[in-house]
T-cell receptor, first 110, second 115 residues
Framework: AQRVTQPEKLLSVFKGAPVELKCNYS??????LFWYVQYSRQRLQLLLR??SRESIKGFTADLNKGETSFHLKKPFAQEEDSAMYYC????????????FGQGTELSVKP | ETGVTQTPRHLVMGMTNKKSLKCEQH?????MYWYKQSAKKPLELMFV???????ENNSVPSRFSPECPNSSHLFLHLHTLQPEDSALYLC??????????????FGAGSRLTVL
């Protein structure tokens, strides 16, 4: 079965510290992985996807098929990074039918 | 308004009421989705429409009835709901299910409370 696990409900770091939000998935085929973000009072929006291999707002994520992980990283956290982060998976030919993790709340303190 | 618009933003209803949630997008997308976001649970996919045809019903109870009259509009008709149906209902759209463009654009959600 397809499943996305985000083991941390809350991650609290100080400004300037490195941050890593963990995401592990379970899927037998070739998944497409995403990170979505929801800032306070804003709607859920795409942060990045693994096939783009981009760095967005200083965040990067590498798909590790051996470890079935897609952890989100940023070397120096900023206060404006505080938000809910959701990891999501789309299976083969599944289009936009995403399976979401439970989300991790990132709190960056000054 | 651009993007995905959902109305109403908040809805309170009794268990015997009938109400509808509306979603509208002006992005030229052909796939539309209903997701349910409950407290302490991941977003759950409910229904998917591709070019107005329903392609997914994720074991959703029949008290939820979707309708997609055209590629720009999506409704979720509600009747005889239960208190546990209280949640944030999110509408989303994407280009379509076949192009490989799997990025979803979400609406702000409709917060439903069932008394």
């Amino acid at each position: 079965a397809q499943r996305v696990t985000q083991p941390e409900k809350l991650l609290s770091v100080f400004k300037g510290a490195p941050v890593e939000l963990k995401c592990n998935y379970s899927y037998s085929g070739s998944p497409e992985l995403f990170w979505y973000v929801q800032y306070s009072r804003q709607r859920l929006q795409l942060l990045l996807r693994h096939i783009s291999r981009e760095s967005i707002k200083g965040f990067t994520a590498d798909l590790n098929k051996g470890e079935t992980s897609f952890h989100l990283k940023k070397p120096f956290a900023q206060e404006e990074d505080s938000a809910m982060y959701y990891c999501a998976l789309s299976g083969d030919n599944q289009g936009g039918k995403l399976i979401f993790g439970q989300g991790t709340e990132l709190s960056v303190k000054p | 308004e651009t993007g995905v618009t959902q109305t109403p933003r908040h809805l309170v209803m009794g268990m015997t009421n009938k109400k509808s949630l509306k979603c509208e997008q002006h992005l030229g997308h052909n796939a539309m989705y209903w997701y349910k976001q409950s407290a302490k649970k991941p977003l759950e996919l409910m229904f998917v429409y591709n070019f107005k045809e329903q392609t997914e019903n994720n074991s959703v109870p029949s008290r939820f009835s979707p309708e997609c009259p055209n590629s720009s509009h999506l409704f979720l008709h509600l009747h005889t709901l239960q208190p546990e149906d209280s949640a944030l209902y999110l509408c989303a759209s994407s280009q379509d299910l076949d192009s490989g463009a799997n990025v979803l654009t979400f609406g702000a959600g409709s917060r439903l409370t069932v008394l």
